[in-house]
């Protein structure tokens, strides 16, 4: 079974940086895109950054500039660096993978995601 397993999230200060990362295991193909989602406390979940297998990226207007999505040189595997990060970056952060026009697995894979924590 295809799973997506994210690290890299922490406790950091207002205007501090962290590097998520996020990689795929049990799979034998290549997502169609993957991206970067984040679920506040009493808030719906949002996308924040997207990029597709041909290096099209999408951000969420609020990290437009602060955030960089990019793909790692493994199969299904995405980083997202964040910097200048806000009290309002706080969330839990969800990997996401896309598959579509595959086979009998398309549709989208989800980690368990990584709290991210912005104080004040």
């Known amino acids: 079974q295809v799973q997506l397993v994210e690290s890299g999230g922490g406790l950091v200060q207002a205007g501090g940086s962290l590097r998520l990362s996020c990689a795929a295991s049990g799979s034998i193909f290549s997502f169609n895109a993957m991206g970067w989602y984040r679920q506040a406390p009493g808030k719906q979940r949002e996308l924040v950054a997207s990029i597709t297998d041909r290096g099209r990226t999408t951000y969420a207007d609020s990290v437009k500039g602060r955030f960089t999505i990019s793909r790692g040189n493994a199969e299904n595997t995405v980083f997202l660096q964040m910097n200048r990060l806000k009290p309002e970056d706080t969330a839990v952060y969800y990997c996401?993978?896309?598959?579509?026009?595959?086979?009998?697995?398309?549709?989208?894979?989800w980690g368990q995601g990584t709290q991210v924590t912005v104080s004040s």
């Open positions: 996401n993978g896309a598959l579509i026009h595959y086979s009998e697995y398309d549709g989208d894979y």
